[in-house]
Nanobody, 123 residues
């Protein structure tokens, strides 16, 4: 497992942007695929975006396609989630999760989680 820490959440108006960061102090982080999940009050945790080891393969939930972009900087051991055109329904706690070698859409398959960062979008 690897230790990861999220940052970048906050309060923003609808239509605004935020960039979340998921950083690790461990170089082995570059051997982990990474996903961003989110969980809104009363709802199950859902996958938002995923990225592979190389950073070339990405995948998005239908609800965020065209608005969110996931990327990674291996030199900085960081994965980003750029969120544009935010909507009130994007309000949730966003979690970074890492899985060795390959990602998954199933949250139960991830052993490394950050503490979460709150994103609130006002209408």
């Amino acid at each position: 497992q690897v230790h990861v820490v999220e940052s970048g959440g906050g309060l923003v108006q609808a239509g605004g942007s935020l960039r979340l960061s998921c950083v690790s102090s461990e170089w082995i982080f570059n051997n982990y695929a990474v996903a961003w999940f989110r969980q809104a009050p009363g709802k199950e945790r859902e996958v938002v975006a995923r990225i592979d080891l190389s950073g070339r393969a990405t995948d998005y939930a239908d609800a965020v396609k065209g608005r969110f972009t996931i990327s990674r900087d291996s030199r900085k051991r960081t994965v980003f989630l750029q969120m544009n055109s935010l909507k009130p329904e994007d309000t949730a706690i966003y979690y970074c999760a890492a899985r060795y070698r390959a990602s998954s859409v199933d949250a139960h398959e991830y052993g490394s989680w950050g503490q979460g960062t709150q994103v609130t979008v006002s209408s």
